[in-house]
């Protein structure tokens, strides 16, 4: 594209966006970095209509993430690496590309961003779950909340599950459309079994933690993999899709005996429930219910405007 006219558009796109004083960058991500999970297949539009993308101006997409609430996002902890001030992220709701230009999509900023304690900032490490706060909230029209389980909510291995995100793949594939795979959930045990096979470095060591799920295949091949991270792992229970984890880490991607490790959401539905109550978004203007600004100064004007009116 000549660079004009990529200007013009970076402009249209300030504009359009309310213009968070950053230019960002058309598509999220380089061509080099734009995949595929491992051995999934192309979403279809609104398949998966909590999907979102969480991005940093300078470097496109970075993680995945879902959306539980109008203004919150869950995602993983570990893609916080870089830096926890809120002014560098935006999310991106409602697209199945990348792409800044793609129609029905929308890019948010963030307002606040809550990373669960126990998260030691190390490979590997429990709590690897955070809650994005958006600047502003979406409209219904926008976007559908995935649900959340219950905190005794019982994961039987062999439940066929979907991971979805815009994540790494094998192949150096251009194509940035949202990928699905379906993967049924491991048993712990048997995944702490395959991760000590040829896995000298771990001998004594416990891998896959209590608040820790592992899904995908004992020969490898189809899996989540770098960039996935933070979006969700769902199940179709009863007919609703529930999250129940997020994809956190593994060694390598799509390997033997090395399958996906997701953060265990019913261990953390006490804090993510906990997180949204202390952190009410009252102060959101009209969408408040509470009597915002507009509601008290509307009645105020209108009775100095038409005096006697009232
Ligand atoms: C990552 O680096 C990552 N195979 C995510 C998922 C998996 C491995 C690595 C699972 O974000």
């Given amino acids: 594209m000549e660079v004009w006219v990529r200007c013009i558009f970076l402009l249209l796109l300030q504009i359009l966006t309310g213009g968070h004083g950053d230019i960002l960058p058309l598509v999220w991500g380089h061509p080099r970095d734009a995949g595929k999970i491992i051995g999934g297949q192309d979403a279809l539009q609104g398949k998966w209509p909590w999907q979102v993308s969480l991005c940093i101006a300078e470097d496109g997409h970075i993680c995945g993430g879902s959306l ?37 999509s ?35 029209s926008q976007f559908t909340p995935v649900c959340l389980p219950a905190a005794q909510a019982p994961l039987s291995p062999g439940t066929v599950c979907w991971v979805t995100g815009w994540g790494a793949t094998q192949e150096r594939d251009l194509a940035s459309v949202l990928q699905e795979l379906a993967v049924p959930l491991l048993d712990s045990e048997e995944c702490e079994k395959m991760y000590h096979i040829r896995g000298s470095s771990l001998s004594g060591k416990r891998v896959i933690q209590s608040d820790m799920l592992c899904a995908g295949f004992v020969e490898g091949q189809k899996d989540s993999c770098q960039g996935d991270s933070g979006g969700p792992l769902v199940c179709d229970i009863n007919s609703s899709w529930i999250q129940v984890g997020i994809t956190s880490w593994g060694i390598g991607c799509a390997r033997p005996h090395r399958p996906g490790v997701y953060t265990r959401v019913p261990a953390y539905v006490h804090w993510i429930q906990k997180t949204l109550e202390e952190n ?23 009775a100095f405007a038409l005096p006697g009116s009232l």
């Fill in 68 to 104: 539980i609430h109008e203004v919150w996002v869950l995602t993983a902890a570990h893609c916080f690496r870089r830096s926890l001030n809120p002014r560098l992220y935006h999310v991106k709701v409602g697209g199945l590309t990348l792409s800044l230009l793609e129609p029905h």
């Fill in 106 to 140: 929308t890019l948010v900023a963030v307002r606040d961003i809550f990373v669960h304690p126990a998260y030691l900032w190390g490979d590997a490490s429990s709590g690897d779950i955070a809650l994005v706060q958006l600047d502003t909230p979406l409209q219904p």
């Fill in 280 to 302: 009410r978004s009252d102060a959101y203007g009209c969408h408040s219910r509470a009597s915002g600004p507009h509601q008290i100064l509307l009645p105020v004007l209108l």
